[in-house]
């Protein structure tokens, strides 16, 4: 080992941390936003497809949207809002909870391996994903 | 031993016939972690022909091995990759080769970098799409081990030529 080939080493461990710094986003195909409502799971919603609104509680009262890799609260009729200000959950174990409904999203990677990556960095995926 | 014409194409025969060999031995080892991660053990035959005959025999033998290895068990499509890589990494190794701060080591994780790029190159411009990149993300690290591995085999394989060049490297 010379000099040259110690210098080589660190230039492709460097480079290889720049495709890190560029790809590593927090996304996960076949993640998938779980709903629990009064502590019961009310429904598991795939983050792969086309995405859309879905309603819960008695009333309809708290919705959730759902779309490529990530969740959000989009309305609640709770007072404080804290669920909707939590803004868009990623794949990773993130989470928001509406408690006045009693209602919690939750999102869970299928599999957090190199694809996540893949989905993170797609390119028709909203900008800042 | 003087060089001739004969000598350098049976040389290039025998090293097509061996990186054809290590070719068929990699395709049996079992898929990787990470898909398209490989040892590149073929890369062994490069870096021979490359200090053995030069760069141009080098492209020659990593052009014939890749057709062969296409179609015995890859098909066309894998044909764009396996020549993309292998030349991305002979560009890198014979830019190297030469210079006296580098070692057949350097040269080694080079060529396997390269090969890495290259290969991620030719599956971005045919998936169209750029987030094949990320796969870079563990390809690149992975490609110092896998290059030191191929140097090291390198070296114990020229200590059989007939000149004994490995000592220079």
């Not at chain 1, 993640?31 to 792969?48: F, K, M, N, Y």
């Not at chain 2, 004969?6 to 972690?33: D, K, M, N």
């Not at chain 2, 591995?149 to 060049?165: C, D, G, H, K, Q």
Request: with cysteine; charged share 15%.
């Amino acid at each position: 080992m010379k000099k040259g080939d110690v210098f080589i080493i660190i230039a492709v461990i460097l480079l290889a941390g720049l495709t890190a710094a560029f790809f590593l986003r927090p996304s996960s195909p076949g993640a998938v936003a779980v709903v629990t409502v009064d502590g019961e799971v009310a429904a598991r919603i795939p983050l792969d497809g086309a995405g859309g609104v879905y309603s819960f509680g008695a009333d309809g009262q708290v919705r959730i949207r759902a779309e490529g890799g990530r969740a959000r609260f989009e309305a609640s009729d709770c007072p404080d809002q804290t669920c909707v200000r939590s803004g868009w959950l990623h794949a990773g174990g993130h989470m928001a909870a509406c408690l006045p409904n009693r209602c919690l999203l939750a999102i869970e990677g299928a599999d957090p391996g190199y694809d996540a990556l893949l989905r993170g960095s797609r390119p028709d995926g909203e900008a800042g994903l | 031993m003087k060089r001739t014409a004969a000598r350098t194409a049976a040389e290039s025969g025998v090293l097509v016939a061996a990186a054809f060999a290590l070719s068929y031995i990699e395709h049996w080892i079992p898929a990787a972690p990470v898909p398209g991660l490989k040892l590149g053990l073929a890369n062994i035959v490069t870096l021979i022909a490359l200090y053995r005959l030069g760069t141009r025999y080098a492209a020659l033998v990593a052009a014939a091995r890749c057709v062969l290895a296409a179609l015995l068990f890859g098909g066309l499509g894998s044909l764009a990759f396996s020549l993309t890589g292998a030349f991305f990494a002979l560009a890198a190794m014979a830019a190297l080769n030469g210079r006296k701060a580098v070692s057949v080591y350097g040269v080694s994780v080079a060529g396997a970098a390269a090969h890495n790029l290259g290969q991620t190159l030719a599956a971005s411009v045919l998936m169209q799409t750029p987030a094949v990149f990320s796969y870079l993300v563990w390809l690149l690290p992975l490609s110092v081990p896998a290059g030191l591995l191929v140097a090291l085999i390198y070296r114990l394989t020229a200590r059989f030529s007939p000149e004994r060049r490995g000592s220079r490297h």
